[in-house]
């Protein structure tokens, strides 16, 4: 398998997935802005997508996959459909009780996540009601995951990499097509993460077909849940969940502290984590998804060279294309909001104040993006202790930053949290891979830096003088121009990034990396 092929691939989709989803984030920001309608849309849909992450890019996959992976090479087909059943079984009916329980105490849920609602008499019920309706939406979600791990072990990344942007259509539908219609036009949204969630499965089922691994769910969870391998997945998933969802548990808290920093605060977090999100998804999520199977793979064939030049080439590629997203986020960060947001009722408050939200995810992005290349490096090994202990102090690290960014950069010192605390995460990670030596760096790292290096500050440069050298949100009365603009900008960063890296000998020819 041609591993830059496979991830072009999963990046193609994701791409598409990205760009739906930022279709979406400006038909929400021009239809309500920032208001305590989003405030409340975002509180209830952080728990539902706080498990996509944990499920879909987090702690299921890494503890599914790999003994998926090995069920397949080393038990045979019938046994690895067996193990799918009985997993796919477990996991339907704890998500449905999960469900239940969800539903019945969505008061209680809300005031966890943003406790600071409590005190708004329209956001809150809007909020609880909307916690209700998506809450179901972890069943199918999770039930996606599931297809997804199975599929990419099998070699297959579109389907799954595809899935997403039917969630983002499903939301543009309802905001277009029915909240207009609504008396309550902000519930279109919440509908429209159910109606998502059934399709991102649906659309899965015709691959799962082909390979004869449809999920079978079962009557019986207590006879699927003694299956030896549904019970290694349970003990690898439990610890996993905490030690790969730092990020999104700070996430959680910050949204409580946002809660009570003001109206608008959430929403304007959460516009910057949508823009944050690009990156980290077209990289840290597609290259976890194409390394984790292969990761593997090479563990079960006791191949630790392959094991580690699979890590080191995921980790050249990350800096690669990371870098200079970091760059983007941290200079460029109010024409990207302005030109993708500024519109209808999102004004030039929230552009600025989305703006430095973003700026602050840009100091840490590398990090937020080298945990999905490092943490499988420990999972595929199925060591679950070591991510878990790093996690435990890299959350507490982050909750003290908090106390010490948020009175001096308000919301802005909550995502400069997340991001350094990430920076923090990968970084240990990376000392565990090294001290046991699962990876060994090939040569020429210095000079792959000292290169980075350079075209980073030259892309730096250029994006500062073209974000002070024109009014981005004054130009909102021209949208096309604007847009024009922004276009001509980012064609020009990458050329120069690019070029400056082949004028200082940049070897591209190293990606091309095949894998069995």
């Known amino acids: ?47 539902p997508n706080l498990l996509r992450r944990i499920s879909a890019e987090g702690a299921f996959s890494q503890a599914f996959v790999p003994i998926l992976a090995e069920f397949k090479n080393q038990k045979g087909h019938d046994a690895t459909r067996a193990l799918v059943d009985a997993t796919s079984t477990v996991l339907a ?22 406790s600071g609602l409590k005190s708004d008499g329209q956001a809150f019920p809007l909020a609880v009601t909307m916690t209700r309706i998506m809450f179901p939406y972890i069943v199918f979600i999770s039930l996606t995951s599931l297809a997804s791990g199975v599929l990419n072990t099998y070699k297959q990344f579109s ?18 097509a029915f909240a207009p219609h609504m008396k ?3 519930y279109a949204l919440a509908w429209a993460v159910i109606v998502g969630g059934v399709l991102q499965f649906i659309v899965q089922l015709p691959g799962l077909k082909r390979i004869d691994m449809m999920p079978r769910i079962g009557m019986n969870p207590l006879k699927a849940l003694a299956h030896r391998g549904v019970k290694r997945v349970l003990a690898k998933m439990v610890p996993a969940m905490f030690a790969v969802s730092v990020a999104q548990i700070s996430l959680i808290i910050n949204t409580n502290i946002a809660s009570r920093l003001g109206p608008g605060a959430v929403s304007w977090i959460n516009y910057a984590d949508r823009l944050m999100e690009f990156p980290t998804a077209l990289l840290g999520v597609a290259l976890g998804t194409i390394l984790l199977p292969s990761l593997s793979k090479a563990h079960v064939d006791a191949d ?5 030049a699979l890590l080191d080439w995921g980790l050249r590629v990350t800096f690669l294309l990371a870098a200079p997203s970091a760059v983007a986020l941290f200079f460029f960060a109010e024409p990207l909001t302005a030109t993708l947001f500024h519109y209808g009722k999102f004004d030039a408050t929230s552009v600025i104040m989305t703006g430095r939200a973003l700026a602050a995810y840009g100091v840490g992005l590398v990090g937020l993006i080298l945990i999905k290349i490092l943490a499988p490096g420990f999972y595929a090994r199925q060591d679950i202790k070591t991510p878990v202990k790093i996690g435990v102090g890299v959350l507490i690290a982050t909750q003290i930053s908090n106390y010490l960014f948020v009175p001096i950069f308000s919301h802005a010192g909550l995502t400069l949290s997340v991001g350094l605390g990430a920076c923090m995460n990968a970084l240990l990670l990376f000392i565990g891979l090294r001290r046991r030596g699962i990876y060994m760096p090939s040569s020429g790292w210095t000079t792959f830096f000292v290169q980075l290096l350079g075209a980073c500050l030259v892309l730096a440069g250029a994006m500062h003088w073209c974000a002070i050298s024109y009014d981005w949100i004054a130009m909102r009365h021209e949208p096309l121009a604007r847009i024009a603009l922004l276009g001509a900008c980012l064609v020009l960063f990458a050329a120069l990034y690019f070029g400056m890296l082949w004028l200082m000998g940049f070897k591209y020819a190293y990606f091309k990396r095949r894998t069995k």
């Open 304 to 308: 630790p060279h392959e094991y580690s």
């Open 93 to 114: 009916w704890a998500l449905a009780i999960l469900s239940l329980l969800g539903i019945f105490g969505a008061s209680f849920v809300v005031i966890v996540v943003a």
């Open 184 to 186: 309550q036009p902000v």
């Open 159 to 176: 389907l799954p990499a595809f899935a997403p942007v039917l969630l983002n259509v499903s939301f543009i539908t309802a905001a277009v």
């Open 1 to 47: 398998m041609n591993l830059f092929r496979a991830l072009l691939t999963v990046s193609g989709f994701t791409l598409l997935s990205r760009v739906t989803g930022l279709a979406r984030e400006t038909l929400i920001a021009r239809a309500f802005g920032a208001s305590q309608y989003t405030d409340a849309f975002y509180v209830a849909f952080r728990i």
